[in-house]
């Protein structure tokens, strides 16, 4: 049985046991403002429930892009290859950004999404590792090869739903992952994005470009006082899109939805 039917099968079952996924029709406003199209879905732990906006798009696969430094960390980790302390050298060539052109840790690297720093991680993990712990982790359907391993989640075939993220979080979150509980520790410490008085949101960007589409994703988890919930948006720009601002519009696009659906309130 191949790695993505399984993963499909727990999400499902997940599904089953969290009841039937609400749609919340009213948030188009918040997508229709931003001009963009796009899908999200939320998992309330507290309440077992999933919700969101257009779920059955939910279920479509994308590429993954960046998001997958999430699992690449992990797996940087724990296999040993790389600690938190570990420094990443430069070698003096042009990078696509200025901010990736210096020595940094892997926790630097994730904050700035420094692709060349988790390809170099990829290429130390090797082919049989990465499939290894993907598949531990039911982390969507990825095709690995030898060919492609510094970048099978930026390009090709390499694919995950807004469900199946969710449910790789939930389980990180948890510390559920059947690694040790310091990789995941550390790893949650490194994804922490934002935290305020009556917050905490945690998570990761990404954005893929696969036959001339612009798709970005924002998935991670957000901690109240009181609960936490799972997100995972994913934004496709269409005709009327402003794509100067388009990086940003996946961030605050999910919180303006986080605040429409009371989940945090004004400061």
Known sequence: MKIGLISTIIVLTINCFAGQPTEI?????IFEKYK??????????????????????CNIAFCP?????????????????????SVFKWNGEKR??????KDM????????????????????????KMKYYTQLFNYGNLDINGENIDKFWLEGKSSITQYQQIYFLQKLYNLQLPIS???????????LYEA???????????????????????????ETNSNAYFFATNVASNENTD?????????????????????????
Do not use: C
């Open 243 to 267: 794509l100067k601002s388009f990086s940003n519009i996946r961030i605050e696009l999910t919180k303006e939805i986080f605040k429409e659906l009371k989940i945090i309130t004004e400061e």
């Open 105 to 128: 840790t892997i926790e630097e690297a994730f904050r700035i999404s420094a692709v060349p720093v988790y390809q170099e991680i990829a290429r130390h993990v090797g082919v049989e």
């Open 65 to 85: 892009a960046s998001t997958f430094k999430i699992p690449n960390t992990l797996i940087a980790l724990e296999s040993g290859i790389y600690t938190i302390d």
């Open 36 to 57: 963009v199209d796009g899908s999200i879905l939320i998992y309330d732990q507290k309440e077992n429930t999933y919700i969101g906006y257009d779920l059955k798009r």
């Open 181 to 191: 509980e310091n990789t995941m520790k550390r790893t949650k410490e490194i994804m």
């Open 25 to 29: 029709s009213e948030l188009k406003k």
């Open 196 to 222: 305020k008085d009556n917050y905490r949101l945690s998570g990761k960007t990404g954005w893929a470009v696969r036959q001339k589409e612009n798709v970005t994703w924002f998935v991670g988890f957000i």
């Open 96 to 101: 696509t950004f200025s901010s990736w052109e």
